[in-house]
Every structure is written in C-alpha cells, then in structure tokens.
C-alpha cells in the first residue's frame, strides 16, 4: 500500500476579503505524479501558495499534512526545510548572483549541512547536461538575460539538486515550445522515485503529452469537480473546461 506523502482537507482559503478556495480536498501518495488543471482563475496557483503558507493567503478552513505532520501553520521556510519545492510560474531574475551559488546556498538551507563546491559542481554539470542547458549558464547570474525556456529548465535543474519529497511545478509548461516540454518532462522523470511525489499546477494538456501521470484534478471555481487519470486530460483538451463551469 502507498505511503500518504500530502493530505489536504477541507482546504477554504482567501485572498484578501475575496474566497478563492472552496473546500480543497485532495490527497498525494509517495511515487505519484498528481496534475491540477483549470481555467484562468480557478485558484490553481492559490492552492500551491496555499501548500506552503504564503503569507498573502488566508486559511480560514481546513488543513494541511505532510510526510505525517500537520503544516497548516507553519512559516513558509520551515515548510521548504520539510522537503517541499515550488517552481513558480515567473521564475525571479536576481542580478549577481550566479545560478552555482543560489544553488549552494540553497542546498545548505534546505539540509543544513555545508555543500563540497567541487563535488556539487560535477552534479551541476550533470544534470545540466541531461537537460541541454549551457554550461556556461552556471556563472550567470540567476535567470538574468535567460529565454523564458532556460528559465523553465533551471526550475527543474533546483528541483534535482535540492531534491525534496514533493515538488509543485506551477505552470511549468507555460510558453514552451515543444522541445522545451520534452526536456522537462524528462527532468520530472529523473526527479521521481518510490519516496517522493509531483504535483504540477497547468492550464493546458501540453506537459501530458510526454509525461505519465497517476492521477489529473479538474479545478473550477475554487473546488475541484471531477478527478481522473490521463484520459480525463485528453477529455479537457477535446472539450474544454466549460462542461465543468456550468
């Protein structure tokens, strides 16, 4: 039987005055690719923020667990240290400082444990190299003058390094030709294993065509309203979401 990694119950959650999630039900087992999909504004994005306590979302119902332990309320780096990683939908530019260093800083935050620069390096350039990234690109500063699929791609290249137990990808996808796509699908291939989890965050089916998934969340209106496997993907990509706004 699978080991429970993310349990959500009941999640309620506000923006400001204005509700955005209605009772979020959802749970994550070790080993499990979960996909949420909606329409613009369906709160997509809020549950992942909400995942990880973003301070600009309020919980007003619900909780939240992870790897056994309620999460609900704690600060959003202690959440990270628990092992959860999210790439975000506009990766931040951060002049002067370079995508080697962010990384090693990273690491030491997450383990806690100072990182070998030469040994870590090597892993760098290993991983770079799987996803036909540049080189060069680890001493530029982080995503500074990078294409929106380089940035894309050095998302999926801090989820290998720092490796968590649960990696949210919110629209990974977004703005990636084709052969971008099949680049990060392969980086989410190499990240899974037996004892963690994904849940990628998308509007549109375009990851799915090169990537295996456990299970596809349909998310309207702050509920979701209908859960499936990979075919229920290729239901919204012939139809749309609007049989689910009614």
């Known amino acids: 039987m699978s080991e429970k990694l993310l349990e959500i119950k009941n999640l309620n959650v506000n923006a400001e005055e204005k509700q955005i999630l209605k009772g979020i039900d959802l749970t994550i087992n070790k080993g499990e690719i979960h996909v949420i999909m909606g329409p613009n504004g369906s709160g ?4 992942a923020n909400a995942i990880l306590n973003n301070p600009a979302y309020t919980k007003t119902q619900g909780s ?14 202690e959440i990270a240290r628990k092992g959860i990683f999210m790439s975000f ?3 931040e530019e951060i002049p002067g400082v370079s995508v080697t260093n962010f990384l ?9 444990k100072p990182v070998k620069i030469f040994q870590f ?30 940035k894309k791609k050095n998302e999926i290249l801090q989820m290998l390094v720092l490796n968590p137990k649960l990696a949210i990808l919110d629209e990974t996808d977004s703005g990636l030709d084709v052969d971008a796509i099949k680049i990060v699908s392969k980086g989410i291939e190499m990240f899974k294993n037996d004892n963690n989890a994904v849940l990628i965050i998308t509007h549109n089916t375009k ?16 509920k979701i309203v209908k859960t499936g496997n990979q075919e229920l993907a290729k239901e919204i990509e012939e139809n749309g979401y609007s049989i689910y706004k009614k």
Do not use: C, W
Not at 44 to 47: A, F, G, I, R
Not at 104 to 112: E, I, L, Q, R, S
Not at 132 to 148: K, T, Y
Not at 213 to 219: A, G, S
């Open 104 to 112: 090693k800083y990273a690491k030491n935050k997450v383990t806690g």
């Open 44 to 47: 997509k994005t809020t549950t």
């Open 89 to 91: 939908q506009l990766p």
């Open 207 to 222: 990851i799915l065509h090169s990537l295996k998934v456990d299970y596809v969340h349909v998310l309207v209106n702050g």
């Open 121 to 150: 390096k090597d892993e760098l350039k290993q991983y770079m190299e799987e996803l036909n990234m540049n080189p060069d690109n680890m001493e530029r500063s982080l995503n500074v003058g990078f294409s929106g699929g380089e």
């Open 64 to 77: 939240i667990d992870f790897d056994g332990e309620d999460i609900t309320n704690l600060k959003t780096d």
